[in-house]
């Protein structure tokens, strides 16, 4: 935690700032991001299959780099390498690769590799698959196609409910998912599978992270959260947040900050999603400092 201490303006004591320790890039994203930085830097041709991180401002200056993102493989063009976010993708999507002759980066998150290799290990004879997380996020996709029989994604403890499940599965959880969910949904999968295999695949960066902002949010005045509108894990830091702290706001760029909310003698923290870059991270640092003035 880095704790800018009580500014001071013209003698008076005024307001506190607090920088998570655990906010912004976790160690997956950094990897994915310096590897697309450096491919810019070496002139290499190369695209990234789908946004690399779900933060609007970092992927413009990848594209200001040269490495713009493409939706589907029909878009690379000759000569260009594909970058595999560290979302992971599915076999399909090597496969695919390798028979059109593209040359791949791959920059899947080792975490979530893990996952890939349990799933398809366990499933290698059929067994059933139970993945607790959002269906249509990347990651999950990317999971599901290593299995080799049934996978069911279940995101709430209500579509758990309603599932019609094995006697035998592995659950796996999206590395992003708040752990009070998962144990949450775990609960009712466990009065329904009878031979029941358990994988606590949360991430720990997710896990510091949110369990920091929880604590952020039970002393600070006013939580700023820093990260992308359509990044999943910095929603579920704001919902953490808005819990303990009646405060708490996500703003994507420094002129998200909200005019007019935050006093001179608040306590404020700053948190970031894992796809928030360093540099955004200060700007909005610098902003909430500045307009304490
Ligand atoms: S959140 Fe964890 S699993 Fe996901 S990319 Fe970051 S380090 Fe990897």
Redesign the pocket.
């Known amino acids: 935690m880095r704790s800018f201490g009580r500014l001071r303006r013209n003698g008076q004591v005024s307001m506190e700032l607090t920088i998570g320790e655990h906010a912004g890039f ?4 950094r990897r994915a991001v310096d590897k697309a930085f450096a491919c810019a830097g070496e002139a290499l041709p190369c695209v990234t299959l789908g946004p690399l991180i779900h933060n609007p401002q970092e992927v413009a200056r990848l594209e200001a780099a040269g490495v713009r993102s493409v939706d589907t493989l029909d878009q690379v063009e000759k000569g260009q390498t594909v970058i595999i976010r ?2 992971g993708v599915t076999p399909q999507v090597y496969a695919q690769c390798a028979e059109r002759g593209i040359p791949v980066i791959d920059c899947t ?4 590799a893990h996952i890939h290799q349990l799933v398809r290990e366990y499933s290698s004879d059929g067994g059933a698959v139970i993945i607790v997380g959002e269906a249509d996020h990347p ?1 999950v996709v990317g999971i599901a196609g290593w299995a080799h029989g049934e996978v069911f994604i279940l995101p709430t403890r209500e579509t758990a409910e309603k599932a019609v499940l094995p006697d035998r599965a592995i659950v796996v959880a999206q ?2 998912i708040r752990r009070d969910r998962f144990e949450d949904v775990l609960s009712v999968i466990r009065g329904k599978v009878m031979n029941l295999t358990v994988r606590m695949t949360i ?4 896990s510091k992270r949110q369990q920091e902002a929880e604590s952020l949010s039970r002393t600070a005045d006013v939580m700023i959260v820093v990260g992308g509108r359509n990044s999943s ?1 910095t929603q579920k830091l704001l919902e953490t947040c808005r819990l303990r702290c009646a405060r708490a706001y996500q703003v994507e760029t420094p002129e998200d900050v909200p005019a007019g909310v935050i006093r001179e003698t608040d306590r404020v923290a700053i948190t970031a999603g ?1 796809s928030t870059p360093q540099w955004l991270l200060e700007q909005v640092r610098e902003r909430i400092a500045h307009d304490a003035t």
């Open positions: 976790c160690f997956g994203v560290s979302h998150c080792p975490h979530v990651e590395t992003t991430c720990a960066a997710t894990n894992a």
